[in-house]
């Protein structure tokens, strides 16, 4: 049984029951306010078009050969506000997120300099590919 309150943001630019957005506050502050102290979503489908705002320069890399600075365990915790983040920025709630910055390893693989938590929320909700500088 899904959640009722993951496809509160599908049907609502604020769910209900959330805190609304201060005259003036910015994305940042509104995340930290309401969108990191909300639960954490079921699922958050493969659809980076959607929460991600792309450049002309921005290339698309199979998330298997992007790396982060360092290794994950599995009752790591960091990624959780990431998944939030994309949920409310795929709604529409925030504005969608820039790439991630990365450098080129030179054999295939990528090493994510930036949005670490946001790559290990990707994998996590079992995403194929994001979005990458």
């Known amino acids: 049984m899904e959640d009722a309150r993951d496809d509160a943001f599908a049907r609502s630019p604020i769910p209900a029951g959330w805190a609304p957005r201060l005259p003036g506050e910015n994305d940042g502050a509104f995340a ?6 909300g639960p954490l979503p079921t699922r958050l489908p493969d659809d980076p078009g959607s929460c991600f705002d792309t450049v002309t320069d921005t290339r698309w ?3 298997d050969c992007l790396h982060g600075r360092e290794p994950v365990l599995p009752e790591a915790t960091f990624w959780h506000n990431a998944a939030k983040r ?7 709630v925030i504005a969608r997120r820039g790439p991630l910055n990365a450098l080129p390893q030179g054999d295939g693989t990528w090493r994510v300099l930036d949005w670490n938590a946001t790559l290990e929320a990707a994998r996590r909700y079992g995403w ?3 979005p990458v500088l």
């Open 32 to 37: 930290r306010r309401v969108i990191d102290l």
């Open 128 to 130: 194929k590919r994001l």
């Open 86 to 92: 994309m949920a409310a920025a795929c709604a529409g």
């Open 61 to 63: 890399i199979d998330i």
